[in-house]
């Protein structure tokens, strides 16, 4: 197991098209995170998955986000109609529930122009 | 609700000299804390953590931090920086073994030569 995977590293996109990233976790893990970070700032939570339920969205996570988890192993979180609002590093992150802490990937880099 | 405020942005500090870099939390119920890091361009690791018991825990590479109840503090410690230290820390609080994680804004530690 080589940990959590996020992919892209780097997208850079003009500002309202849609884009899609894809986040596999560690394969025991039944939860999955999906944070945003923004430069000086700590992350964000967005919205977590238990299995293939998404058991809760931050107020933050605008009716143009969205995530999925379908067989409750990788995720993908697609953002339609980007903003420039948008750019950010969005990190994925994995735990075992009732486990305590979580091993996050590399993130995926948002530019929007 | 949890949150955490990290008390400094940025704390220089000379090679081989002590560190301490502050956090505070609220927490209307039980609180589990974390210290992450993030080396430059890598990923958020797990530093260490707080659950329950001995109110001191300690890291591999040396940090340590204390759980303050009455104080609602949870700051992080070295008694003697390296370079390779050279980080963002990010201070984490979670309201119970299943909750999401709430990060602080960080704080980046300056190793001066």
């Known amino acids: 197991d080589t940990g959590v995977s996020q992919d892209p590293r780097h997208k850079i996109t003009k500002r309202g098209q849609n884009v899609t990233f894809r986040c596999d976790p560690i394969s025991e893990h039944n939860r999955l995170y999906w944070y945003r970070q923004t430069l000086g700032q700590g992350p964000e939570f967005l919205t977590y998955f238990q299995n293939e339920a998404q058991l809760e969205k931050s107020r933050l996570l605008s009716d143009r986000f969205s995530a999925e988890r379908p067989k409750g192993s990788f995720s993908t979180l697609e953002i339609q109609r980007t903003e420039q609002g948008d750019s950010a590093m969005y990190l994925c992150?994995?735990?075992?529930?009732?486990?305590?802490?979580?091993?996050f990937g590399s993130g995926t880099r948002l530019t929007v122009v | 609700a949890q949150s955490v405020t990290q008390l400094d942005s940025q704390v220089p500090v000379f090679e081989e000299a002590p560190v301490e870099l502050r956090c505070n939390y609220s927490?209307?119920?039980?609180?589990?804390l974390f210290w992450y890091v993030q080396y430059p361009n890598q990923g958020l690791q797990l530093l260490l953590k707080?659950?329950?018991?001995?109110?001191l825990v300690e890291s591999i590479n040396g940090f340590e931090a204390e759980f303050n109840k009455s104080q609602t503090s949870f700051h992080l410690r070295k008694p003697s920086v390296h370079i390779s230290d050279t980080a963002e820390y990010f201070c984490a609080v979670s309201g119970n073994r299943d909750d999401k994680i709430i990060f602080g804004k960080g704080t980046r530690l300056h190793i001066l030569p």
């Open positions: 927490s209307s119920v039980s609180v589990y």
């Open positions: 707080y659950l329950s018991g001995s109110t």
């Open positions: 992150a994995s735990s075992l529930a009732g486990g305590y802490g979580y091993t």
